[in-house]
């Protein structure tokens, strides 16, 4: 067997470029598990000179204009062919209140690694990795996100924490795909915060989390938390959550609901952090976003 060459595409493979979804779906619709749909190719590129995936046929969606944009139309609709880029110029630009508080979702894209990954990577193509280290995630989790699927005769809509399954697996279809991610309108005075942490500002993450927060003067009206790199697939702290509703806000209440989302994760050592800094950092991190998220509410 040759050795994997990183630096090159090693193995033969059709290239189909559709204009239409109708189209990109017909493809996949023939060509089934054979195939791989292809965004900013970030990923799925790595994956092919890595040899890790061969696909038969190639299906760029680059051409496909109704995969691309965002609108606010009740609910904020972000393309799944929309770059990261592009998403957090649009969410440090031009939302006002209550999708203002959108503000974890801004500081995952703007902690996407590279100026250049940022400009090439697409969301729907980070939830469809399904890293559990993807950044995008825990915000999108904290804000009850949906994501639409879309084959050539049917199409559904899911909650995201629904749509990961274990790492690199999702509730995609072969003959789908993902073709937008809808934010429902959050509370207002609503505020979020996310936090990374990684070897270089350029990594993966070794833990990250988001926060979102409600607020009714004092007390903690609704609650979000949830992280990656802790567990399979990103997750929520539900338990944490619970014990942060109608709670009057404090350091100390942050201190305490930190260590108790790092009760619920389950992380494991490899060759970027180990399981015991992996559950210390998880604590501390999601005590400082719920600090920042707070103050942000006010």
């Not at 639409?148 to 924490?161: D, G, I, N, P």
Request: hydrophobic share 45%; glycine share 6%.
């Amino acid at each position: 067997m040759l050795p994997t060459n990183t630096h090159i595409l090693f193995h033969e493979f059709d290239y189909h470029a559709p204009t239409t979804l109708y189209e990109a779906t017909e493809l996949l619709a023939q060509y089934g598990d054979s195939a791989r749909p292809i965004a900013g190719g970030t990923d799925l590129l790595v994956q092919m000179k890595m040899e890790r995936r061969q696909p038969a046929h190639v299906i760029s969606l680059a051409r496909v204009n109704a995969l691309q944009g965002i609108a606010l139309n009740g609910d904020l609709t972000i393309g799944a062919t929309t770059s990261i880029r592009d998403l957090h110029q649009y969410l440090t630009s031009k939302l006002q209140p209550p999708f203002a508080s959108l503000q974890s979702l801004g500081e995952a894209c703007n902690g996407f690694s590279t100026i250049q990954i940022m400009r090439m990577a697409t969301l729907g193509g980070n939830l469809c990795n399904a890293s559990p280290a993807s950044d995008s995630a825990p915000p999108l989790l904290t804000f009850d996100a949906r994501v639409t699927l879309k084959s050539k005769t049917f199409e559904r809509v899911m909650a995201l924490e629904h749509f990961f399954i274990a790492p690199g697996k999702t509730a995609l279809q072969a003959d789908e795909l993902l073709t937008h991610i809808r934010i429902p309108r959050p509370p207002h005075q609503s505020a979020s915060a996310f936090i990374k942490i990684a070897r270089v500002a350029a990594d993966i993450s070794q833990v990250c989390a988001a926060v979102r927060l409600t607020r009714d003067g004092n007390l903690i009206h609704d609650a979000r938390i949830a992280l990656g790199s802790v567990a399979p697939t990103p997750v929520r702290a539900a338990a944490a959550e619970r014990e942060l509703i109608g709670q009057t806000f404090s350091a100390a209440l942050a201190e305490k609901i930190g260590k108790r989302a790092a009760q619920e994760i389950q992380p494991i050592s490899d060759i970027r952090a180990t399981r015991a800094y992996r559950q210390h950092i998880a604590a501390v991190i999601v005590r400082d976003a719920l600090l920042r998220a707070w103050e942000r509410t006010q």
